[in-house]
């Protein structure tokens, strides 16, 4: 294997300052979805201030088909880069241990399709490419993350995907990413893989085999592929399986699942049940050339 061109490293905190600073950025981020109670509480409070009328009004606004359907979502999002670049993210790749690695130089001239996995089942990962992670490996490369579309369906789950640069996960709006050179950021497994991730397991498997989709995204624009593996995600949390769950993904676009980091939140595990630390390490292959091949 060739030797990494660049190798961007966060060491975990050894100080218990710095140890509690990391787990608590880490477990306000990985518990985003929850952050709904931030924008549902104020609507609901309003309408108790304010009356029916002027709380309806506001759902309505907030809910419009619009905003919620056709909104940012599908055209250009809406990437908040004091965020996306944010400090604060250091802390969360430092309570991992993050490593990155890069086989090769990407120039940045042209986007890219980054293809990660295994997609595990927090994905917590993705959280490390955060705070110029990215620029630091590819300098002048702009990720966007494609996020599946029920993402974008729950209050404040949704604002925080808009504004950490995240589109849905659809031919057209991907396609408009590659034409304004931003490279996109893409999990193949999907909902699918994470019922692969089992935390007993030695092995990785991944949901591969019937995912062309990405393969031929690609070769709509010809758009190289990055393939990047992700070792120490299956890991990171404790999965618990539910029955029917394949019918209410195949129904929803949900993945039914429980699952418990540590003291049973969503807090991802450091170390494992016999004691071995539990690291996190990007291995970012070099881009396999695909060609332009035009639709009949």
Same mark, same amino acid.
């Given at each position: 294997?060739?030797?990494?061109?660049?190798?961007?490293?966060?060491?975990?905190?050894?100080?218990?300052?710095?140890?509690?600073?990391?787990?608590?950025?880490?477990?306000?981020?990985?518990?985003?979805?929850?952050?709904?109670?931030?924008? @549902? &509480?104020?609507?609901? +409070?309003?309408?108790?201030?304010?009356?029916?009328?002027? /709380?309806?009004?506001?759902? %309505? $606004?907030?809910?419009?088909?619009?905003?919620?359907?056709?909104?940012?979502?599908?055209?250009?999002?809406?990437?908040?880069?004091?965020?996306?670049?944010?400090?604060?993210?250091?802390?969360?790749?430092?309570?991992?241990?993050?490593?990155?690695?890069?086989?090769?130089?990407?120039?940045?001239?042209?986007?890219?399709?980054?293809?990660?996995?295994?997609?595990?089942?927090?994905?917590?990962?993705?959280?490390?490419?955060?705070?110029?992670?990215?620029?630091?490996?590819?300098?002048? @490369? &702009?990720?966007?993350? +494609?996020?599946?579309?029920?993402?974008?369906?729950?209050? /404040?789950?949704?604002?925080? %995907? $808009?504004?950490?640069?995240?589109?849905?996960?659809?031919?057209?709006?991907?396609?408009?990413?590659?034409?304004?050179?931003?490279?996109?950021?893409?999990?193949?497994?999907?909902?699918?893989?994470?019922?692969?991730?089992?935390?007993?397991?030695?092995?990785?498997?991944?949901?591969?085999?019937?995912?062309?989709?990405?393969?031929?995204?690609?070769?709509?624009?010809?758009?190289?592929?990055?393939?990047?593996?992700?070792?120490?995600?299956?890991?990171?949390?404790?999965?618990?399986? @539910?029955?029917?769950?394949?019918?209410?993904?195949?129904?929803?676009?949900?993945?039914?699942?429980?699952?418990?980091?540590?003291?049973?939140?969503?807090?991802?595990?450091?170390?494992?049940?016999?004691?071995?630390?539990?690291?996190?390490?990007?291995?970012?292959?070099?881009?396999?050339?695909?060609?332009?091949?035009?639709?009949?």
């Amino acid at each position: 294997m060739a030797p990494f061109v660049r190798v961007v490293e966060f060491p975990r905190s050894t100080s218990t300052p710095g140890k509690v600073a990391d787990a608590v950025l880490m477990f306000v981020f990985s518990h985003y979805i929850f952050w709904w109670v931030f924008f @549902v &509480v104020p609507l609901v +409070a309003l309408w108790k201030v304010a009356g029916p009328y002027v /709380g309806m009004t506001a759902l %309505c $606004l907030y809910f419009s088909p619009l905003w919620f359907f056709n909104g940012a979502s599908k055209g250009k999002g809406m990437l908040l880069s004091w965020l996306y670049n944010s400090s604060a993210f250091r802390y969360v790749n430092q309570y991992c241990n993050m490593t990155f690695a890069a086989e090769a130089e990407l120039p940045a001239d042209r986007p890219y399709l980054f293809c990660f996995a295994p997609h595990g089942i927090l994905c917590v990962h993705r959280i490390g490419l955060l705070g110029h992670t990215l620029s630091q490996l590819f300098p002048g @490369v &702009v990720g966007r993350f +494609a996020a599946a579309s029920p993402q974008f369906m729950i209050p /404040g789950c949704r604002e925080v %995907c $808009l504004w950490l640069g995240a589109l849905d996960a659809n031919r057209k709006t991907l396609d408009a990413a590659f034409d304004r050179n931003e490279s996109v950021l893409l999990w193949p497994g999907g909902s699918k893989e994470i019922f692969l991730t089992d935390v007993t397991e030695k092995s990785t498997t991944l949901y591969i085999n019937d995912r062309k989709g990405f393969v031929k995204l690609a070769m709509r624009k010809g758009v190289d592929l990055v393939p990047v593996f992700v070792f120490g995600e299956q890991r990171v949390v404790t999965k618990l399986a @539910v029955p029917g769950w394949q019918k209410f993904l195949k129904w929803t676009k949900i993945p039914l699942v429980l699952f418990w980091g540590r003291y049973f939140t969503w807090l991802p595990r450091v170390v494992d049940d016999e004691g071995r630390d539990i690291n996190i390490k990007f291995a970012f292959g070099a881009p396999i050339p695909v060609e332009a091949v035009p639709e009949e």
